[in-house]
């Protein structure tokens, strides 16, 4: 298993999946991001995208405007399926 995530990265994660933010093209703002979990302010859901991105989880994608652009990357992707699997259990 990778290096322990907390609920909220994981959170981050399943939302960049589930709205196919998976290459640099189709990357989702914080802002678009914080709409859809809707629980912690901007600056915490940028706090955990900076450890996903230096877990090398989550890339830089396009900028919208003036806001960056994040998706999850083959490793994230591969970290979600693991816990996909557990779920199963």
Avoid: C
């Amino acid at each position: 298993m990778h290096e322990n995530i907390v609920r909220t990265q994981y959170v981050i994660m399943n939302i960049l999946r589930s709205n196919k933010a998976t290459n640099y093209m189709k990357s989702m703002t914080l802002e678009e991001i914080q709409e859809i979990e809707g629980r912690n302010r901007p600056n915490t859901l940028y706090k955990h995208i900076r450890i996903l991105q230096k877990k090398k989880l989550v890339e830089s994608g396009a900028k919208v405007e003036r806001a960056n652009g994040y998706f999850i990357n083959e490793a994230g992707l591969e970290l979600l399926k693991q816990f996909d699997d557990m779920e199963a259990m």
